[in-house]
């Protein structure tokens, strides 16, 4: 059990970081990979992973040797009295990131059980501030148990694609305009969701030495990656079909003709949709309730359901892809001038300091 917590428990807590809305429907490989080309588009997803794995370590050990298991502490003895700029990037995300995750949650309880987009919308704020309320413990626990789920879900997802249109995917990768990018899609999507990585370094107080956090950061870069990768090989037998798609991977499920297979997928993104949006409000949550000792469970669930209130009000008047494709381009090179290169730099010299 320690060593599932010091090595896998950190990647499962970051890919439930990571996958809400817009990377769970494939909205987000279709803007940041797919889009550049079958083949460039692997070459931006190696970058992504690269980036995400060497932060990762990197952070994990500076939380160690520093103890510093909440997002503020570990800014602050980051960024030093420019601790400031990451919060208000944090927040700004983190409303981001719950909208998408919002607007996509309505869609798909609609899909599901064809209640009203607002019904699923209150279904998914109702989960998340339960899990908030819970806290540190029981999200760990949960997040544990349905990473498992999802790995299964886009496992057999990409198997099915594999085995149905292999020679559709195959011939995808004939199609490579040369003219588009090796990089720069992954270069973006790899610093807008590591900005938001502190936010899961609770689960850093279980690391007891160097090599410990650092082959734990290594490898959370790849269990980040992995869903990703799946949902990719299997929608490029559809590329012309999904670029404009809100929900490309339904356009999968769809060709695949499983209608329980639909319905179960849709089930497991809907369980990732309330993880993201957990994370994101506990790492706030925590910052604060170690700031002010009177903070109590009332006031976490409170704050949470304000966040996801402003939150979807935002992503009803401007729309899933408009969110993906504007917000994330406007604050990913925030996030690498206020906290991706100071762990590259700054947090390096500090460990090897130590």
Request: proline share 2%.
């Amino acid at each position: 059990m320690q060593t599932f917590r010091k090595y896998f428990l950190p990647g499962f807590i970051f890919q439930s970081l990571i996958i809400g809305g817009g990377y769970g429907t494939g909205r987000e490989i279709v803007e940041f990979f797919l889009k550049f080309g079958p083949v460039h588009g692997l070459w931006n997803m190696l970058i992504t992973t690269i980036i995400w794995s060497v932060v990762l370590a990197l952070c994990f050990e500076l939380c160690r040797i520093g103890k510093n298991y909440n997002y503020q502490l570990f800014i602050k003895d980051l960024l030093g009295k420019f601790w400031i700029a990451y919060e208000v990037l944090y927040i700004f995300g983190m409303i981001l990131v719950l909208s998408v995750m919002g607007s996509a949650s309505g869609d798909i309880i609609n899909q599901m059980i064809e209640l009203d987009h607002f019904f699923g919308v209150c279904i998914m704020m109702f989960l998340v501030s339960f899990m908030v309320f819970k806290g540190s413990v029981f999200i760990e626990k949960i997040f544990s148990y349905w990473s498992i789920v999802l790995y299964c879900g886009f496992g057999i997802l990409f198997i099915l694609a594999i085995s149905n249109f292999s020679i559709e995917i195959i011939d995808a990768f004939q199609n490579q305009d040369k003219n588009t990018s090796l990089w720069k899609g992954g270069v973006k999507y790899a610093a807008y969701n590591i900005g938001l990585a502190p936010a899961i370094f609770f689960c850093t107080k279980h690391f007891k030495s160097k090599n410990e956090a650092v082959f734990s950061g290594i490898l959370a870069g790849v269990i980040g990656i992995l869903p990703a990768f799946f949902m990719y090989i299997s929608m490029l037998s559809f590329n012309s079909d999904i670029l404009q798609s809100t929900f490309p991977v339904n356009i999968v499920l769809d060709a695949l003709g499983y209608d329980y297979l639909k319905f179960f997928f849709q089930i497991i993104l809907f369980g990732t949709f309330i993880e993201t949006g957990a994370s994101l409000i506990h790492g706030l949550n925590q910052r604060v309730f170690d700031s002010f000792s009177n903070v109590s469970n009332n006031h976490r669930i409170t704050f949470s359901l304000i966040a996801l209130v402003i939150s979807i009000f935002l992503s009803e008047k401007i729309g899933l892809i408009k969110l993906i494709s504007n917000g994330y381009g406007m604050i990913t090179w925030g996030y690498w001038l206020v906290f991706v290169i100071p762990v590259l730099i700054i947090g390096s010299i500090k460990i090897f300091k130590k």
